[in-house]
């Protein structure tokens, strides 16, 4: 939260980027994000070597995906992107 916002108020979209780590997921980013409004949100998808169709369907839902080689887990790619984020703005 901002310095100068009040506790209960709502921050600007554009202030969010949301991010999603995946596996095999397919399924549940459809149940999850069908519908939902993001504009003005950025959401990033990491997906952690999915076999199904989880990159295809995140990017479909409108999410900037990054895909990686192997499963790392919830952390690792958690902590990676957060840092980038920080420190350049951009995942990539």
């Known amino acids: 939260m901002k310095a100068d916002q ?16 995946t596996y095999n997921s397919a399924e549940i980013l ?3 994000w069908s519908g939902v ?9 990491v997906d952690n070597n999915s076999q199904d169709n ?24 958690t902590t990676w992107l957060s840092l980038r984020l920080r420190r350049r703005g951009s995942p990539s």
């Open 6 to 21: 009040l506790p209960g108020t709502r921050p600007d979209p554009g202030d969010w980027t949301l991010i999603t780590v």
């Open 37 to 45: 409004d993001l504009k003005g949100i950025r959401w990033i998808v």
């Open 54 to 77: 989880s990159v295809q369907v995140a990017r479909d839902l409108g999410a900037d995906v990054i895909s990686r080689s192997i499963n790392a887990g919830f952390s690792p790619p």
């Open 30 to 32: 459809t149940s999850a």
